[in-house]
């Protein structure tokens, strides 16, 4: 079994960063992680994914070249950079793990666990 907590979530001005930490509890091994955010009335929105060794890494077309995900599997971590952020990357954001070898998938069904999220609230 994996729980996973998030945290790092604030209140920023446009431009600013943040950090989202993800720390998973029990074993990641081979588990592929994801960073997803959802508003309310919005579905769920694929934000980045990273493989179990982390030589694979997508990323949403909106956040793309603005956020890097990356690992620590030693430290069972994942992290979320989000750097330049805007208003409309306001949202709750949640990670996600699954327990696969290869490409990290990108549709939220197919994740098996889940973080409780975060926010993250951009003012213009």
């Known amino acids: 079994q994996v729980q996973l907590v998030e945290s790092g979530g604030g209140l920023v001005q446009a431009g600013a960063s943040l950090r989202l930490s993800c720390v998973a509890s029990g074993i990641l091994s081979s588990h592929a992680m994801g960073w997803f955010r959802q508003v309310p009335g919005k579905e769920r929105e694929f934000v980045a994914a990273?493989?179990?060794?982390?030589?694979?890494?997508y990323y949403g077309d909106s956040v793309k070249g603005r956020f890097t995900i990356s690992r620590d599997n030693a430290k069972n971590t994942v992290y979320l950079q989000m750097n330049s952020l805007k208003p409309e990357d306001t949202a709750v954001y949640s990670c996600?793990?699954?327990?696969?070898?290869?490409?990290?998938?990108?549709?939220?069904?197919?994740?098996?666990?889940w973080g409780q999220g975060t926010q993250v609230t951009v003012s213009s």
């Open positions: 996600a793990a699954v327990r696969r070898l290869g490409a990290p998938p990108r549709e939220p069904n197919e994740y098996d666990y």
């Open positions: 990273i493989s179990w060794i982390g030589g694979f890494s």
